[in-house]
Structure formats: structure tokens, C-alpha cells
């Protein structure tokens, strides 16, 4: 299927939102892939407060997985795409992720805001010491916190139940209303479309003027909230999409 360059002039600002799927072809399972990561665990086992109040131990087996996973992978076509756009645009791109692998960060991508948390950090579940950088997998099990000996240390993970951080919400906010009166346009790829309040972003971009992609590998659920869907696996539509196929695929 032949793909068409989104719309990318001068004075475009180009809002995009990632999610698992972009990391599967670095090959990390996406969450509702046959073998999701969820198969193994169910998820209010491991990704929400009760779950880390009931078995901390678990809790840690399933990340502790996850940050052995992804230390072994490596950037796709996809995340490479996304950062030489961003070296392209500078200020008018910014790109919001839902994933917590790393990878948008080793493919180069600076303007980034990680919503869902980071999976190599982690932070006291009591006290509120920084998020520290952190690839121990803690096999042997959780450990206090060293500074306030009340607390543990837990995945610095936004889980089902806890509230985002407001100061990403706010940079998505203001990256939406500068956008305003300018060409604005708002990619979604590699989700599903069920988590909120990251499947909602393409309604507030909708509402700042953005026309809407969504680049999946199959039908999302919000799938009819875009005006464009570009069926296909991100690494080999993203480059041609984003108009930096002679740069990533050099
Ligand atoms: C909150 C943790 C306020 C990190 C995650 C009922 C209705 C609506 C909402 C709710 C509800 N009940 C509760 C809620 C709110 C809840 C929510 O949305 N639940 C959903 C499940 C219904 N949201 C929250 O709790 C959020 N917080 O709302 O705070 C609040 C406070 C208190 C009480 C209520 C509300 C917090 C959400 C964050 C949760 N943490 N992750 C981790 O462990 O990883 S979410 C988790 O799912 C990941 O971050 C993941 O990114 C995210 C979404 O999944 P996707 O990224 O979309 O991945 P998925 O596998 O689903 O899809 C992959 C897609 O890729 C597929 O479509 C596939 O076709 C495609 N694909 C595959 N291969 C490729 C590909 N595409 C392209 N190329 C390929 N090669």
C-alpha cells in the first residue's frame, strides 16, 4: 500500500502519542498481543496500588522481567523515525509516550514526555526522594528505602488506579494550545486505544484544529475518533509517513 507523507510544512506543529506496538518489532510483546505481558500476570496483580500492597515480591518478579527484556532490545525503524523528525522540527514536534521501555530515549528522542512512568527508575513508596535511575531487578526481593526506612521501593510506574504526573499533562496542554491557529497535526501509533487519559489526547488535539492520523497494525478501539488509520507495522510505514524515509532507512 502506497503511503503519503503526512502534511508536514514549515509551519506545522506535529503532536504524536506512542504505545506498545511501536516497540514490537524491537521485540518487546505489546499488552494485548496474544502473548501480552498481561497473559502471564493479571493486571491488577502487578500494575496497580492493591496489587504492590499485596505482593510486593510479585510485584517486582514482573518488572524485574520486563527490565531485563528491555535492556536486551534495541531501537526500531519506528523510534529512529520519530527522532529525526524531531531533529527536523525541533518545537513544533513534541511526542508523548504511553511506554515505559527506554527506547524513545536510546533512538534519540529528547522532546518526550513518558506518562506511564519509566521501567528503569524507581522511587520510595513513602517518602518523596527523586525517581533515581535503577536496573536492579530485585530477584532477591523488595528492599527498604535507605533515606527515610519507612517506605520500599517500588517501580517509579504509573499503575491502573494512580493519577498521572500533572506537569506532563500541563506540557501536553501547552505544546495543544500553540498549536492553535497554526497547521496541527496528531499521530497515534502502535495503540490500542483503551487506556485513558492517553486515548483521549486525540479529542483535544481534534478540538485545537489538528487533523488526526492513526498508524496501528490493526483496527484500534478509538479507532473512529482519527480522520486518517495507515494500517501497518511502524517500522515500515513510520519513515515514509513522517517524510524521513531517505534518512532512516540510509
Ligand atoms: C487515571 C503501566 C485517574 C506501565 C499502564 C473505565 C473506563 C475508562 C477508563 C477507566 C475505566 N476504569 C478505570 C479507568 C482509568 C484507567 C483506564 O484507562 N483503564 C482502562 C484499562 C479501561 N486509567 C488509569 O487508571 C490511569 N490513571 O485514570 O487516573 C484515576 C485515578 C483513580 C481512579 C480512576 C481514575 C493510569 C493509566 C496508566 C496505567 N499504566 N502501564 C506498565 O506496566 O507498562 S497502561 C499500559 O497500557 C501501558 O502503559 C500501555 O502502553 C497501555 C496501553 O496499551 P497500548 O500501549 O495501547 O498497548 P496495547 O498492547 O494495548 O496495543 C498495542 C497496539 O499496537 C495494538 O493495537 C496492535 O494492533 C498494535 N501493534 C502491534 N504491533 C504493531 C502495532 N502497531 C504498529 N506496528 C506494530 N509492529
Redesign the pocket.
Known sequence: MAITPLPITDDTRVLVLT????S??SGIP????AN?LWESHRVEDV?SPEGWAADKTLVWRFYGARRDAAARCAPNRAHLALAALERRLGDRFLLVT???DGLHHRAGSQRLVEI??ALFQSRCDTCDRDPFADTETYASGVRSCELCHRGFIRPH????????DVDHLARVETFVSDARGHPFVYVA??????????AGIVSVARRAGAETWL????V?DNADDFDHVVTG???EVLPTLLGVGDEVNS
Open positions: 504505545g506498545a506496538g511501536v514490537a518489532e505489546t499488552f494485548r498481543d501480552g500494575a504511553q511506554n515505559v506511564h512512568g510506574i504509573v499503575w491502573f488506579g494512580e493519577h498521572l501509533v502502535g495503540t490500542s486505544g483503551l487506556v485513558y487519559p492517553a498508524q496501528n497494525l490493526d484500534a507495522k511502524a517500522g
